[in-house]
């Protein structure tokens, strides 16, 4: 095998590090997180450190950026407690990546990139209209990681919308790839998916089961 050490990519010019370092944990949902801020201006970013933390509560958890790199989606999720995540589709990827783009706070990024909002009545939190699958987070708390600034932001599941013409399974499961959800690795690169298989609960003395 080829190794690599701690000397050797700290030797690295910056771009290619972080190209290296952050597609080694793998491909990773890609989702629009949608806000709005005091002065009532929506805000829409891209985020892909998106984690399940637990179904009973649900509660989904992300990574948000040290503040002086990513400040307006912290900001207005603590100013309002509410955010909404929205599910991307590669009719609509040009325009969830610029979102990436670091706009000033008093630009509407929904207006800039060319995305719809929708809102649900009386929740201060935009979601994608062009969206099928997306879910509304009501904070719950945030994490600081001091290791590096950043901040684990915890929000409990409070509404999921969905397409009706898409159907979850008949055990609930929701089959992604055939709603064309894509995901990504690093921080530029996007794929669709395809299913490989699904398998039943595993138990040690079973052998592997397809479902
Ligand atoms: C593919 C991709 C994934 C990203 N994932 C994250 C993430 O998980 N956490 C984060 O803080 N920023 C992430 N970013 C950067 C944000 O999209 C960017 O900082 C954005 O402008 C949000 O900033 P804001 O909160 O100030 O609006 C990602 C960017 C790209 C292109």
């Given amino acids: 095998m080829q190794q690599f050490t701690p000397a050797e990519w700290q030797s690295w010019e910056r771009f290619y590090r972080a190209n290296f370092i952050n597609s ?6 890609a989702s629009l997180i949608g806000t709005i801020n005091a002065q009532g201006v929506p805000n829409l970013g891209m985020f892909s450190s998106l984690v399940h933390i637990g179904s009973d509560p649900a509660l989904i958890g992300y990574i948000n950026r040290p503040v002086a790199a990513a400040p307006h989606t912290l ?6 407690g509410f955010y909404t995540v929205n599910h991307i589709h590669a009719s609509f990827l040009d325009k969830s990546h ?3 783009a670091k706009y000033t706070d008093e630009v509407n990024e929904f207006t800039e990139v060319g995305l719809t909002e929708e809102y649900l009545d009386g929740i201060p939190a935009p979601f994608v209209k062009e969206s ?5 987070l009501s904070l719950k708390e945030i994490v600081p990681i001091t290791l590096n600034a950043t901040f684990l932001v915890i929000g409990q599941l409070e509404q999921v919308l969905i397409d009706p013409s898409f159907q979850p399974t008949a055990d609930g499961f929701l089959a992604l790839d055939q709603v064309g959800s894509i995901c990504s690795n690093g921080l530029d690169a996007y794929y669709n998916t395809s299913l490989i298989d699904r398998y039943a609960y595993a138990k040690p003395d079973k052998a592997p089961e397809k479902l």
Avoid: E, P, V
């Fill in 98 to 100: 610029q979102t990436s």
């Fill in 24 to 29: 080694l944990t793998g491909f990773k949902s």
């Fill in 75 to 80: 900001a207005n999720i603590k100013a309002n």
């Fill in 132 to 136: 099928a699958i997306k879910y509304l």
